[in-house]
């Protein structure tokens, strides 16, 4: 759907125990999920009908998530 209002994006979320945000094997994953080889396979994914989205972060989680829940 176009319209952001009616829109329902779906997200993958890799959760890790607390104080292993910063870890190697955490950093490698997500180097690897943010990857543009990741990126052009969501885009080809049923022809693109699901949304690549790379915006959460390790250092970026925390406050999405609790923007996301405070609505």
Not at 52 to 58: G, K, L, V
Request: proline share 4%; aromatic share 12%.
């Amino acid at each position: 759907e176009e319209d952001e209002e009616v829109r329902h994006p779906y997200t993958n979320v890799v959760a890790v125990q607390p104080g292993e945000q910063e870890s190697e094997k955490t950093q490698a994953l997500q180097e690897a999920y943010q990857s543009p080889q990741v990126q052009e396979w969501f885009e080809n994914y049923l022809d693109g009908a699901t949304e690549y989205n790379d915006e959460i972060t390790t250092d970026t989680a925390h406050d999405v998530w609790t923007e996301f829940t405070a609505e």
